[in-house]
C-alpha cells in the first residue's frame, strides 16, 4: 500500500520538521485549499471533500485542519454504524472475527481523531499530530488484519480504511503548513 508507506514516511518527516519549527499562522483563501490538495496524493478527493465544505471557504490553515479533522470524525462514525450490518451480513467466521477486530479499531480511532479535534482547538499541534498517528495506526491494524492470521482477502471497508488515510493525510498537511507558514 503506497499510502500506507507515504503515510509513515511523511509522519516522520513531519514530526522532524515540526520539531525545529515555529508557530506562522494561517490566511483565508481559495489558493490555501488548492496549495493543501496539490500537496496532497488525491487531489480530487481533496477537492471534492475538503474543498467542497461551506466552512473551507473561509476557513485560515486551523480552520482546514479542524474541518478535515470533523470529516475524518464523519467518515470513522459512518463506518461505525454501518459495521453491524456488514457483519451481520457475513457468514465467512473469519471475516466475521476480522470485522469485529476492525470494530475495536474504529472505536479507538474514533476517540483519537476526536482527540485531535481538541488539541487543534487548543493549539496543541505536536499532541494533534501524535493524536492523529495513534488513530490511523488504528485503521492501519483493520486495513492489515486482512492479511494475517489466515487466508489473504480483501476487506469489505478497506475504502472506508482508504479514507481515513486520505483525511489523515489533509489534517498533517494543514498542520504542516501552519508550523511552518512565513
Ligand atoms: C465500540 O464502542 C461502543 C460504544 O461506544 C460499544 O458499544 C461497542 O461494544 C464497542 N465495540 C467494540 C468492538 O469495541
Ligand atoms: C499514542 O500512542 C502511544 C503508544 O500507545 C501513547 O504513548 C501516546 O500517549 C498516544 N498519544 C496520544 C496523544 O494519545
Not at 477537492?47 to 475524518?72: E, F, H, K, Q, V
Not at 487466508?151 to 482508504?162: L, R
Amino acid at each position: 500500500m503506497s499510502i500506507l508507506k507515504w503515510f509513515s514516511s511523511t509522519a516522520t518527516i513531519i514530526l522532524v520538521v515540526v520539531a525545529c519549527s515555529s508557530f506562522n499562522g494561517g490566511e483565508a483563501d481559495q489558493a490555501l485549499i488548492e496549495r493543501i490538495c496539490k500537496q496532497s496524493q488525491d487531489y480530487g478527493f481533496c477537492m471534492s471533500t475538503l474543498g467542497n465544505d461551506p466552512r473551507s471557504g473561509t476557513a485560515d490553515l486551523r480552520g482546514l485542519a479542524l474541518i478535515s479533522t470533523s470529516l475524518s470524525i464523519i467518515q470513522i462514525q459512518d463506518t461505525l454504524s454501518r459495521l453491524p450490518d456488514i457483519i451481520k451480513q457475513s457468514t465467512d467466521p473469519l471475516a466475521i472475527h476480522r470485522l469485529g477486530v476492525c470494530q475495536t479499531d474504529y472505536n479507538g480511532s474514533l476517540v483519537n481523531f476526536q482527540g485531535t479535534y481538541k488539541a487543534i482547538s487548543d493549539n496543541g499541534y505536536y499532541v494533534a499530530i501524535d493524536f492523529v498517528r495513534n488513530g490511523t495506526n488504528q485503521v492501519i491494524d483493520c486495513h492489515n488484519i486482512f492479511r494475517r492470521e489466515g487466508p489473504i482477502a480483501t476487506s469489505p471497508i478497506a475504502g472506508d480504511d482508504m479514507n481515513v488515510f486520505k483525511f489523515a493525510e489533509l489534517i498533517l498537511l494543514a498542520i504542516d503548513d501552519l508550523l511552518h507558514r512565513k
